[in-house]
DNA sequence: CTGAAAGCGCTAACAT
DNA sequence: ATGTTAGCGCTTTCAG
């Protein structure tokens, strides 16, 4: 293994210069600086990452507590968490994955440990158990998601009460006055997670405010939960001609089983999905969705999270604007029968 | 920050002796055994990562590099991840996220600083550039994922061979004579990432035997490609009863787009998948499926390498054995008509 | 069964 | 602009 001090003798300066030549902190002279980065490539040299902690008090690298369970978005958790260690790395830092199985008790031990200088935790439930740790330690950390307390906590999500809105308000301009909503699976509001209950709100609210009516209701995954599901919907109100689906696995059930009742989209029922473009462009008819920005959460958490490191740190909630795009599964509601 | 030394004095031995109680390395008395656990615990201590890592040579952390693109199966990536991050922590080590990006400069990097005791690579391709690189340093590392030479690697991997052969023996066993195979994207097959390729070998190998035909078609994902395909083996092969599906996001659209044509599934037209055993579950047709066992993969690939640094290594190829789950969507071919 | 002490490779004062 | 040096907190000989 190369050491500092190899390469310092090598290229016949102290240890300390080539250490300023890594971390540029103090002014070295061209000529030094080439001798130096000339020894460094001939010898192969790679800095100490236990060392380089030890001494620095720093490990340069972030941890990333992803959920455990897999019963929601698995791309959209995947698609951060990717997003999260390419920005990291453009940033000089790695990222150390950790599951929520350890729950509280990996923020104790990476903190204690300063195995990672700072967090981005995923799946924030509103009163989720490790805010409080997170509070008192004085570990730099971000959430992606909103707990319902978010003071003195950095917090970075999609709005999703505006995207609940959003969904409702592009609806209803469309005449639509009885709209279903077709959610997550229950466990998903039991453990009240924080975009689950703001969504509903953000729909809810706009809809009184326009005059609509809203129906909504929880949904496992898959095809026969769906066709209960749709069941219950049309048998509670006949009338329904919209549809708000946030639920990856119930999108496809959905169109099949309208398709299947001779229902058409858009002409009979218009649906939107609140869902990743690419589920919505995959799908059997291209969806009219709010996107999730799944990239730009993990991009924003780090970024947020570095500039805390620095110094230029700043504890605030960032709520990315949603974004609806017009595809081909809405249209005007149909004339009432 | 609380510090061995202070746990000792606190203790009123030595740090060596915290040190040994902490590992275990040499036989402690239990009175001092428990004074020093009791010291522990009063002043919360946490045992420095880096401090750690540059006394014993060891991070205990495993590097784990995921493929970047996901124009895969996402969830399987993302579950063999988890498996391999809560795997690893009950053997101690800590789990450090590397996306393909960087590609075998990653290698390099980790390798060189001391960052991860050892790697597991993910989504590996035949030729993968990234294989001399750990074959000439003594980096220890498992492939998930076969390559052409697996000499001097550790592999674990699905048996994907078997898996094409499974299909077809039990496609053919029902009468099936002309079974066409749904493919993952071109793409996939084109950067000759073995599962892909392997499988299809597989499968040709077993029609041969058994007096089959197989026409294999790459599918990119989504309702149309889908379309498109499936209207060109119909063209190419009218008397196609049975179909081997190898691409998640394929698997819904087939259903959608045969039962459309009415062809009825299993009466006239049966299919067989190969996908994480939910996506079979959920989908509008409950499939009969060869299930991709990401958890298990995960699991082996990290305790083989706990085996390999604790010196009871041994390269080598694990291949998990294929298992078909027989559901609703095979059944006898039809007599020919 | 326990202590004392020598580093591990690097960073960051403190010098000059 | 560069050199010297004192640690960072732990593991692990070597010595009892």
Sequence with gaps: MVTLAEVAQHAGVSASTVSYVLSGK?????????????????????????????????????????????????????????????????????????????????????????????????????????????????????????????????????????????????????????????????????????????????????????GVRVLHRPCEGGYDAMALTLARIFDERPGTTGFVVQNESAVEPLLALLRQQGRAVPEDVSVVAICPDQVAVQASVRLTSVAIPAQEMGRHAVEHLVAKLDGRGDDDVVLLAPELTVRASTGPAPAAS
């Design 26 to 210: 103090r002014s070295i002279s061209a000529t030094t600086r080439q001798r130096v980065e000339q020894s460094i490539r001939e010898l192969g040299y790679h800095p100490n990452a236990g060392a380089r902690a030890l001494a620095s008090n720093r490990s340069n690298i972030i941890a990333l507590m992803v959920p455990l369970r897999t019963d929601m978005y698995v791309p959209v958790m995947m698609e951060i968490a990717i997003a999260v260690a390419t920005t990291a790395r453009t940033h000089g830092y790695d990222v150390l994955l950790l599951t929520g199985e350890e729950g509280p008790d990996a923020v104790r031990r990476v903190t204690g440990s300063g195995l990672a200088d700072a967090m981005i935790l995923m799946d924030v439930e509103l009163e989720d158990e490790r805010l409080p740790l997170l509070r008192q330690t004085d570990q730099h950390s971000v959430l992606i998601g909103l707990p319902a307390d978010p003071n003195g906590l950095t917090c970075v999500d999609l709005d999703w009460s505006a995207t609940g809105a959003l969904c409702v308000e592009h609806l209803a301009g469309l005449g639509h006055r009885d709209i279903a909503v077709i959610g997550e699976a229950p466990a998903v509001y039991e453990r009240h997670t924080g975009f689950a209950e703001r969504t509903l709100d953000g729909l809810r609210s706009w809809a009184r405010a326009s």
